[in-house]
């Protein structure tokens, strides 16, 4: 079984800065992409963003587009999500995601939905604070 592990997370101030990273912890596993998600209280877990692990394509939600940036060091087996611009909106825990299964396409990045994942890690929380 895959054991993805989030570290990175913490409290920032409104404006700042957090890069999240994610990586399996038992070695590495034949992925076609890895996102990134997150759940604020009372709330349904979101999409954030994705990457294509082959191409590097990568698809976000529009609430985060332009501030948000995802990478991959494939050497490394980690995703990262680099967060700048925070807003107090941003607080949640936050979690990656592995998909497993074949990609649709070489090119394909708009793996959006819960179901689109077959591993997750166990989230890290994201704070931000006025």
Not at 8 to 36: D, E, H, I, K
């Amino acid at each position: 079984q895959v054991q993805l592990v989030e570290s990175g997370g913490g409290l920032v101030q409104t404006g700042g800065s957090l890069r999240l990273s994610c990586a399996p912890s038992n070695g590495t596993f034949s992925r076609s992409a890895m996102g990134w998600f997150r759940q604020a209280p009372g709330k349904e877990r979101e999409f954030v963003g994705c990457i294509n692990w082959s191409s590097g394509g990568t698809y976000y939600a529009d609430s985060v587009k332009g501030r948000f940036m995802i990478s991959r060091d494939s050497a490394k087996n980690t995703v990262y999500l680099q967060m700048n611009s925070l807003k107090p909106e941003d607080t949640a825990v936050y979690y990656c995601a592995g998909r497993a299964r074949l990609g649709t396409s070489y090119y394909y990045t708009r793996y959006v939905g819960v179901a689109d994942y077959d591993y997750w890690g166990q989230g890290t929380q994201v704070t931000v604070s006025t």
